[in-house]
């Protein structure tokens, strides 16, 4: 499975923004589909995820401004953020679980 994000970009504090993550290939095989970010010099954070039937997680710290969803029909997942912080500054990291996990190649998020 290949997977290609995109929305990142530049904003002030307190926008939105919504990255989307396109899945091409083996997607019928997909299961759970997640968002990450990383920050250089830092592990990579799990920010939650969204199973097959729409049901989600996510981490306590970002829940309330962090929403995930997911197309099936289109293979697309989305992150939906708003009232962007400073510190959500990071090269953000969508993932697809089938046996294996598939990344994609990431898009910077910069909040100033």
């Known amino acids: 499975v290949q997977l290609v994000e995109s929305g990142g970009g530049s904003v002030q504090a307190g926008e939105s923004l919504r990255l989307s993550c396109v899945a091409s290939g083996a997607t019928q095989d997909i299961g759970c589909m997640g968002w990450f970010r990383q920050v250089p010099g830092l592990e990579r954070e799990g920010i939650g995820s969204?199973?097959?039937?729409?049901?989600?997680t996510y981490a306590d710290s970002l829940k309330a401004r962090f929403t995930i969803s997911r197309d099936n029909a289109k293979s697309t997942l989305y992150l939906q953020m708003n009232n962007l912080k400073p510190e959500d500054t990071a090269m953000y990291y969508c993932?697809?679980?089938?046996?294996?996990?598939?990344w994609g190649q990431g898009t910077q998020v910069t909040v100033s």
């Open positions: 969204i199973d097959s039937d729409g049901i989600t």
């Open positions: 993932a697809a679980d089938r046996a294996t996990r598939d």
